[in-house]
């Protein structure tokens, strides 16, 4: 054969090897395309018939469309009850009521039998009155003939009255300096509603003719209850309507008045963040000043919840008709108004009161109640005497919207899942996943959306009268929706966007929800008479931003002021306080030492506020200018230096450690001294989604046994399960066998033991085998339900009770999984960590012990030792904690680490309940000479093995002799043995009792 034919023969060869192998790859493709639809087809069917959400009030209002609305009022004394669980009781003359109530707890429930002599829809109004609790809003759950009528009625609020304990101070740099807020318990009287505010009327119950019965759970907070009263909501009229009975009762329009009251004078809020605050930047303000504060206004963005409420009252020279007058200004929500209900003397005066908006506007503006609606003010009618003024907030024509907006987001991210079911995460462009076919409908579902979020658009655009931000996140989640309706083939490649849309849209919910509102002062006035001007002149202007500029170079910002007489203590002695995190957190304790330390113990207090507390410390001590007492600076380094004072030393340490969980103290301790009190301590626990566990009939894992199962489950849709890529991770495994991270003394590590070495198998098996992630965004995944269990920080609580408000109800958290024990107990072990408050953070971002120190070198140890006892007190942490949280918002709640103080904070019951059976299971990590670097080659003998596919054992051993070596060497520099048979025995068994869960490794 010739050369040229040879070469022909091996080409034909050549190219039918090729076809032969695509062939091949087709046909196996096919095949595993093939099972993949079977599958998946079979997750889609069980989806469809699985979980579904509790109904809603308005498909349980639909399902009485047709039934009466008798014009009867009924009334069940609360102490008439019919049953009740063990804590409920009778309590008499409560708030100067002779009435006898029944008082229920926070875990207790009560129930009354009625008689209903007309089968119909009811309103329902309780007369309550808020027993002293936790500070926090009272909720309650309806059950009615033993069912809960709707979703909403699993959450009623009944808010507690807030006011003033003393007149507004001013400290040493003519600062004034608000009031602490106090409760002044009083009896309400309300009508149930929806406690988001979605439904804008009193809520209708369906009762049956004959006898019925109400029951009322505990879910948060005590509450009396005087009775309980059936009947039919009457709207307020319309003010036309309402003018032809003020000429019928020949009501007087008075004359020559007019009275200003100032917002900041309010008597009675809703919430304790309702407080008088200051608003330096509009020089019409009253009072006003450029540079010192001046306690101005009230609300802002501290006014923004719906149902809060604010209360003044106005005193007025005769009975008659009246205009009223807000100086407001609405300037956080651009493009949208906030909407409040205006109360005289307890009633909606005319219906168009009962929406009041209020439009963005950069500065204060004087809204004329009635104007916006009407030629003339809408006059009101007050009496002779104090009359009572109520703002509240409500959503008003924005309700209805909302609510079809957080029913839509909830849908999207289920039919976002459903996709991921199929294509993953992480989809190939390249490849048709048939969705049309293998989601039956999503494709003409997908079309209907994009049509309401276009309505929505345009229905958001007449309410507001005003397109940009807030109507382009529902115009580009439209235009996304109706290219995925279009072309179902860029579903795959869309869905990044898809996510990105969704998350944007649930943001666009709580931000439209909220109302902001700043109250400079309102007046009342006779109509004859011409109102100030709101709005600040050019030349005003121009005044205030040249004496606010002066004030720079004169006035010390960073500095917070004393209400202590100079003379009243000694000088001299005076106890020097740094505190390391935000300067709201500062004039809070100020505020408190100011009214409780110092003059309980005699002990004056300057207080600084530092923002980089651990950098500056060291250079503090050289220079002899070092705090007596630091605030969230445990600075273990500074103790082995013999910079921070043993707290054992003082007679009565023990008494004082009685307020701590024994594991709070680990990572504080070194040889059996103890360098700080700890201040607060966070803590992992399991995250769930309730509604996509159901959907995939999935129980909350209680072992790890129980997490292996589960994870192909999740993944057979395409889920994951949430754990930390991290040495938390693998000490919680390794805790959990009872086995610590170092030897006696921290002398060198327990990484190249046996059992260390199978822990670390087990914990990277999770990521090379189970291919769990190794970096993923927390709230997103879970919001989203990528993510239906994740084990992190309780403070991914406070995140998602105030950004994921459509997930209500369908989420919560409890014990991280663990392991079986001999005696058929379960090891729920977690490890936290030392660590320091940030500046400007509220809480431990990561499961962390966070104390305060005595320096060494104070020569006041004995005081500094009381401000600790103080601080760390009980009721001084409670304090603390409830300020704090009604200055910034439950998203700042507080995690003490005071045992009994966290459960004197605001936690429902079965919350509280959960954390406190964690925290038992919580155990220090102790801080050790060249720790930095064992958690630096525990990095990267993670990333070898997971990523590199690195040898297990080899790599461990070399990276646990690198990480043994820096402690050597760090042990050598400060003069400490460096071998474990230096140790004495009593090292060694100082060392073991710092333990609660973990025990010497034989």
Not at 214 to 235: C, D, F, N, T, V
Not at 358 to 366: I, L, N
Not at 725 to 740: H, N
Not at 990 to 996: A, E, L, Q, V
Request: with cysteine; hydrophobic share 40%.
């Amino acid at each position: 054969m010739s050369a040229r034919n040879r070469s022909k023969s091996l080409s034909v060869q050549g190219f039918l090897t090729v076809i032969f192998l695509l062939v091949g790859l087709l046909v196996c493709n096919g095949i595993i395309l093939a099972d993949n639809v079977a599958d998946d087809d079979e997750i889609i069917v069980a989806l469809e018939t699985a979980y579904q959400r509790e109904i809603g009030y308005a498909q349980y209002i639909a399902g009485f469309e047709d039934a009466p609305k008798p014009e009867h009022e009924i009334i069940i004394r609360g102490s008439d009850y019919s049953a009740g669980s063990e804590g409920v009781h009778l309590i008499e003359n409560l708030g100067d009521n002779p009435n006898p109530a029944v008082c229920t707890t926070e875990v207790d429930w009560v129930e009354w039998e009625i008689e209903i002599p007309e089968a119909g829809l009811y309103n329902i109004e309780i007369k309550y009155y808020p027993i002293e609790g936790r500070s926090s809003n009272i909720e309650r759950e309806l059950w009615i003939n033993g069912e809960r009528p709707f979703s909403e009625a699993a959450f009623f609020t009944f808010f507690r009255v807030w006011g003033d304990a003393h007149e507004i101070r001013v400290d040493n740099m003519g600062n004034q300096v608000r009031a602490r807020q106090i409760e002044k318990p009083r009896w309400e009287v309300v009508p149930l509603r929806d406690a988001v505010g979605y439904i804008d009327h009193p809520l209708y119950f369906y009762f049956e003719e004959g006898t019925n019965t109400i029951r009322l759970s505990g879910i948060s907070e005590p509450l009396a209850i005087e009775y309980i009263r059936l009947y039919q909501h009457k709207e307020a009229l319309p003010y036309v309507e309402v003018k032809k009975i003020y000429d019928e009762q020949g009501y007087k329009v008075t004359e020559g008045f007019m009275k200003k009251v100032q917002g900041e004078e309010s008597i009675l809020r809703s919430s304790p963040t309702l407080f008088p605050d200051f608003d330096q930047g509009d020089p019409t303000v009253e009072p006003y000043h450029p540079a010192q504060i001046r306690l101005n206004s009230i609300g802002g963005h501290r006014w923004k919840h719906f149902g809060e409420w604010i209360e003044w009252e106005v005193e007025v020279p005769e009975s008659g008709l009246y205009q009223i007058a807000f100086k407001a200004k609405q300037n956080q929500n651009r493009g949208t108004y906030s909407n409040r209900r205006l109360y005289v003397n307890g009633e909606v005066p005319f219906q168009e009161a009962s929406i009041l908006k209020f439009p963005f506007s950069s500065h204060y503006q004087m809204h004329v109640i009635g104007k916006e609606y009407l030629d003339e003010p809408a006059l009101v009618y007050l009496e002779e005497g104090t009359n009572i003024i109520r703002l509240e907030i409500v959503l008003g024509p924005l309700a209805a919207l909302l609510q079809r907006t957080e029913d839509l987001l909830y849908e999207l991210n289920t039919i976002y899942r459903r996709i991921i079911m199929i294509t993953t995460s992480n989809p190939d462009p390249f490849r048709s996943y048939e969705l049309h076919r293998r989601i039956p409908g999503l494709i003409e579902r997908l079309g209907e959306i994009a049509e309401i979020v276009e309505e929505m658009e345009q229905d958001f655009f007449e309410l507001t009268g005003q397109r940009g931000g807030h109507t382009d996140v529902l115009a580009n989640l439209a235009r996304m929706l109706r290219d995925m309706h279009n072309s179902p083939r860029k579903i795959p490649t869309l869905l990044g966007e898809f996510r990105d849309h969704t998350g944007s849209l649930g943001t666009w919910i709580w931000q439209t929800r909220e109302q902001p509102l700043t109250i400079d002062y309102f007046i009342v006035s006779s109509i004859d008479q011409e109102l100030p001007r709101a709005e600040p002149t050019a030349w005003d202007r121009l005044k205030h931003e040249v004496r606010a500029f002066i004030a720079s170079f004169t006035h010390d910002y960073s500095r917070i002021g004393d209400f202590t007489d100079p003379g009243e203590y000694d000088r001299d002695r005076v106890l020097k306080v740094w505190i390391g995190s935000g300067r709201d957190q500062a004039q809070i304790l100020k505020q408190m030492i100011e009214d409780s330390f110092t003059p309980e113990s005699g002990i004056p207090v300057e207080l600084e506020l530092i923002q980089d507390i651990n950098s500056l410390m060291i250079p503090a001590i050289i220079a002899g200018t070092a705090p007596d007492v630091a605030l969230g600076s445990s600075n273990m380094d500074m103790a082995f230096r013999g910079a921070l004072q043993d707290l054992r030393m003082f007679e009565d340490f023990d008494e004082v450690a009685q307020r701590f969980m024994k594991s709070a103290f680990v990572p504080f301790t070194f040889r059996g001294g103890v360098y700080a009190l700890p201040e607060i301590q966070g803590f992992n626990v399991l995250f769930y989604r309730e509604d996509v566990l159901k959907e995939i009939g999935v129980e909350i894992p209680q072992t790890w046994d129980d997490v292996i199962s589960i994870i192909p489950i999740l993944h057979d849709h395409n889920l994951e399960m949430g754990i930390g890529a991290d040495m938390l991770t693998f000490l919680m495994f390794l805790y959990q066998k009872g086995v610590a991270l170092h030897k006696e003394d921290a002398i060198e590590t327990n990484l190249d033991s046996e059992i260390a070495i199978q822990t670390f198998k087990e914990l990277t098996y999770l990521y090379t085998h189970y291919e769990l992630p190794l970096v993923y965004n927390i709230e997103n995944r879970f919001r989203l339900g990528e993510m239906p269990l994740v084990i992190t920080s309780y403070g991914l609580f406070n995140t998602l009770t105030v950004f994921a408000p459509e997930l209500r109800g369908e989420w919560g958290f409890t014990l991280v999984p663990g392991t079986p024990m001999e005696d058929g107990t379960i090891n729920r072990t977690v490890p936290v960590y030392g660590a320091q408050i940030q500046p400007g953070v509220q809480s431990a971002a990561a499961p962390a012990t966070s104390g305060a120190v005595i320096l060494e070198g104070s020569k006041m140890k004995n005081e500094a030792w009381e401000f600790l006892k103080w601080w760390t007190r009980t009721d001084t942490q409670v304090r603390f904690g409830r300020e704090l949280e009604a200055l910034m918002g439950s998203a700042a709640r507080y995690p003490t680490a005071n045992v009994e103080a966290m459960q004197q904070l605001p936690w429902r019951a079965s919350e509280r309940e959960v954390l406190l059976e964690q925290w038992h299971w919580v155990e220090g990590v102790p801080t050790v000479l060249g720790a930095y670097y064992v958690q630096r080659q525990f990095d990267w003998m993670f990333r070898a093995v997971v990523l590199q596919n690195a040898p297990l054992r080899e790599t461990i051993m070399d990276y646990n002799r690198a990480a043994n070596d820096e402690i050597k060497r760090k042990r050598e520099e400060f003069g400490l043995e460096t071998s474990i048979d230096e140790l004495s025995d009593e090292i060694k068994e100082m060392y073991w009792s710092m333990y609660t869960h973990v025990y010497r490794l034989d």
